[in-house]
């Protein structure tokens, strides 16, 4: 069963245009939310992240927004580098335990 | 600052051989501990975690298994490694609780020959 899932497995989108990346979930006790991104033979790097409290969390050009009541979240990317170029995983996680659930990433290619 | 160091980088190994991956954690005390498996094409699956020394739980029954014979020291072993295992694994470290982000080695490639 996929708790966290990451149903387009690539985007590719133009130099300097919004990327946006999507990311569904099942469990409702999730309440934390995080995005990764991940360039080959390396390990993720994590990028920004999102409590249950909020609807919008936003560093410089990346935003993730969450909506609860669809169990939905996303990331926007604007504008988007060819250096964003990458795997990017959605991450989930419940309560007072750390343990991360992770989608199965998207990758994002942007074009220049 | 925290870093993570996970070796080796790269690792090919035959069937029924052991295995053995270190990870160590600087610049932080008491962290919780992961081992994950990126399998081809699959997203990161948790195979452990430790929330102190001697202290490992796992996720889903495998060939492998975890130590922690020291606060900042991850380690993932196998007996005799199947095919199966070959795959990207990575170490992670966190503080406390919450969902505070996890913070990622590089990672080691092995292939099971």
């Known amino acids: 069963d996929q708790q966290v899932k990451q149903n387009s497995p690539s985007l590719s989108v133009q130099e300097g245009r919004i990327s946006i990346l999507n990311c569904d979930y099942t469990?409702?006790?999730?309440?934390?939310f995080l995005w990764y991104k991940k360039y080959p033979a390396e390990g993720p790097t994590f990028l920004i992240s999102i409590s249950s409290i909020k609807d919008k969390n936003e560093d410089g050009r990346f935003t993730v927004f969450l909506n609860k009541s669809a169990k939905h979240l996303s990331l926007h990317i604007v504008p988007s580098q060819p250096g964003d170029s990458a795997v990017y995983f959605c991450?989930?996680?419940?309560?007072?335990?750390?343990?991360?659930?992770f989608g199965k990433g998207i990758t994002l290619s942007v074009r220049p | 600052s925290q870093t993570i160091h996970q070796w080796p980088a790269t690792l090919v190994q035959p069937v029924g051989s052991p295995l053995s991956l270190e990870c160590t954690v600087e610049g932080t005390s008491n962290p919780n501990l992961y081992w994950y498996r990126q399998a081809a094409g699959r997203g990161l699956q948790l195979l452990f975690y430790s929330v102190g020394i001697g202290q490992i739980s796992s996720e889903v029954p495998q060939n492998l298994s975890a130590s922690r014979p020291q606060d900042r020291q991850f380690i993932l072993s196998s007996k005799k490694l199947l095919l199966s295992d070959s795959g990207f694994y990575l170490c992670?470290?966190?503080?406390?609780?919450?969902?505070?982000?996890?913070?990622f080695g590089d990672g080691t490639r092995l292939s099971i020959l």
């Open positions: 469990n409702s006790m999730f309440d934390y």
């Open positions: 991450a989930a996680s419940a309560g007072a335990n750390s343990k991360l659930t």
């Open positions: 992670a470290w966190s503080t406390g609780t919450g969902g505070r982000p996890q913070h």
